[in-house]
């Protein structure tokens, strides 16, 4: 491919865009950004075109209004003569963030300096550490914290978590999970451990994310963007998000689109006493599409019966049945 073709222009406007808003771009690079700049004036237009975007992005992700973000982005997308392609971290940023996370693995063993903060299922709190940042900890969440001087460290044992990271150059915010790692200068992110895998969606900001497991060159994420790291899976699915969606939890709801029944249990089954279980596996794959209420399971249950024409059976071994209403 031709270093001046469109596609190339635009893989480097990206990969330079994501450099400039992660906050950390040294003066070297910034040199050769200007250069790049000035010998083509496609290259400004694109490197133009990204910045706009993750910057007026940044801005509609208002902290109180997820749904500002939804609209915003669909403007700005609708702008765009192409499509543009998910920004990507530089190769260079690959072993600087290896050495931070290594380090974060080892100050979160088995040691007194951190903090453990927890909720139990059904249960929501946040926590406001020193430095101004809030974690928002979703049911069934385990964290530790290391918060000093010199480094700001998170590690998700499970569950779920939103982070309204403050601001500090100094020190970068790690977070890391048994899948993901990600690194941020302040942003707004959610965290999910999910079985098998973990998702970080970026509401406002950027969040550099990497892969735990395989070291590879971490994927860095504008607002409005998420990506799924699996275990056991070398694919990096980047993908735009509904932010209305994924902080639904905080309004007492599990939002699913176009999931199949089976995960919808197993997410359900996060925040209730009593489990839920499909009672029949051809139910499993049924698409299920909706909000519930994760606050009262009695409603829940009967939304989601009602949804897809199915019936309940309570046992005595605390669980919910689903069956197919025959």
């Given at each position: 491919m031709f270093e001046n073709s469109n596609d190339v222009i635009d893989d480097k406007a990206a990969a330079w865009a994501a450099r400039t808003m992660s906050g950390s771009i040294t003066q070297e690079e910034e040199r050769a950004l200007e250069a790049w700049l000035l010998a083509d004036q496609r290259h400004r237009i694109a490197y133009e075109e990204y910045m706009h975007i993750s910057e007026r992005a940044t801005i509609a992700a208002d902290i109180t209004a997820e749904e500002s973000l939804e609209k915003e982005l669909e403007n700005l997308a609708s702008k765009q003569s192409v499509q543009r392609k998910w920004f990507v971290a530089v190769p260079a940023l690959a072993a600087s963030f290896a050495a931070v996370a290594f380090l974060v693995s080892i100050v979160l063993g088995p040691t007194d300096t951190y903090s453990t903060y927890v909720t139990a299922r059904g249960e929501s709190k946040n926590i406001d550490l020193a430095d101004g940042t809030v974690i928002a900890l979703n049911t069934n969440t385990e964290i530790q914290v290391l918060l000093d001087s010199k480094q700001r460290s998170v590690h998700l044992v499970k569950g779920e978590a939103l982070?309204?990271?403050?601001?500090?150059?100094?020190?970068?915010?790690v977070v890391t999970s048994e899948t993901a790692q990600t690194s941020v200068l302040g942003t707004r992110f959610n965290f999910y451990e999910k079985p098998g895998g973990t998702v970080?969606?970026?509401?406002?900001?950027?969040?550099?994310?990497?892969?735990?497991?395989?070291?590879a060159p971490p994927v860095t994420l504008i607002a409005g963007q998420e990506i799924a790291i699996r275990a056991n899976d070398s694919r990096r699915e980047v993908r735009q998000f509904r932010p209305d969606t994924v902080t639904s939890w905080r309004r007492g709801l599990a939002f699913h689109e176009n999931e199949p029944l089976s995960k919808v249990v197993a997410d359900l089954n996060r925040y209730f006493q009593s489990e839920l279980v499909v009672g029949d596996t051809a139910l499993n794959d049924i698409p299920v599409t909706g909000g519930f209420d994760v606050t009262d399971q009695a409603v829940a249950i009967e939304s989601l019966a009602i949804a897809l024409s199915l019936r309940t059976e309570h046992t005595n071994s605390n669980q919910v049945v689903l069956y197919p209403n025959e």
């Open positions: 982070f309204d990271v403050a601001r500090d150059p100094k020190r970068r915010f970080v969606s970026v509401l406002s900001g950027v969040v550099e994310v990497s892969d735990a497991e395989r070291g």
